[in-house]
C-alpha cells in the first residue's frame, strides 16, 4: 500500500477516537517507521510500503489511539532549539515552560560564570538549554525519582555537557549544597484531586504532578529551601499553575522574596515567576 492510504487509514482510526491532531499525528508516526523527515513523508505520498512497515505504523497508531502522547510514542520531544530523549518517567517538555529558559537567559550574560540549580531536573531539558548558551555557567540538578535523573544524564550526555552538571537524588528540602546565583524549578503544581482530570493522567508520572491538596506543597518546599539555597540578590524562576500567582507571590513575599517579573505563557495564562532573594 502506498503511504497515502495508509495515511488515510490511520488518520480514520485517530479520528473515530476523538484525537483532534489525527492528521499531523499519523504523519510523524508514519516518519518513525520509515526513519524519514514528517516532510519527506509528505513528498513520497504515492510511494509504496512495505507489509511489516504497515503493522508496525498501525501499532503505533493503536497506541495513539489510546491518547498515548505522541512524544512518548516518539521517544523524543523537541524543546527551545534542541531535541530530548523522553519517556515515562518525565513529564514531556511543554513550549510553555521555554519561558524559564528565557528569563534565565536574559538574567545571565554570555561571559557570566554562574551556578545554577534544577529543581526536579526531569528530562533535563531545562538546565540543558540554558548551559548550551552560556558556557561558563554549571548546574547542580536534584530529583527524587532515580529514572528521572538517569534519563537526565543521558540527554547531558547526548549534548555533551555531563562535565558541566552534577546530578542528586533528592527531594528539595533535603538538599544542602552551597549557594546559588540562581535556581530554577518546574514543580509538581496540580491539585491532587485534579489530577484525574488531565488527559495524560494515564501516562505522565504521578510525582512530576502532584502538587499536594492545594496544588502548592511542593512550590512552598522549593520557595523555602531556596531561601537558604540562594546567595543574597540570587534569582528564583518557577513555574507555576495559572491560579496560582496570588498564593505564590505572597508566600514569596512572606520569605523575604522581591517579585520582579510575571510572566504569561502562550495561552495567555500567568505560567512564570522571576524572584529576587533580598535577605
Known sequence: MKILDNLK?????LKKNNIPSYKIDCEIL???ILKISREEVLLNLEKEIKRDEREKYLKLVNRRKKNEPIAYIMKNKNFWRDKFIINRNVLIPRPDSEHLVEQALKLIRKDQAKRILD?????????ISILKERLFCKCD?????????????????????????????????????DKYDLIISNPPYINRHKIKYLGTINYEPNLALDGGLDGLEIIKKVISRSKHLLKINGKLILEIGYDQKYKVISFLKKKKFFINKIIKDYGNNI??????KID
Open 30 to 32: 508514519m516518519s518513525q
Open 119 to 127: 529543581v526536579g531536573v526531569g528530562s533535563g531539558c531545562l538546565a
Open 271 to 276: 505560567r512564570c515567576i522571576v524572584s529576587t
Open 9 to 13: 487509514d490511520g488518520g480514520e482510526i
Open 141 to 177: 540538578a536534584i530529583d527524587p525519582c532515580k529514572n528521572a535523573l538517569n534519563l537526565a544524564k543521558i540527554n547531558a550526555n547526548l549534548h555533551q555537557l555531563l562535565d558541566r552538571i552534577k546530578f542528586y537524588k533528592r527531594d528539595v528540602d533535603n538538599f544542602y549544597n
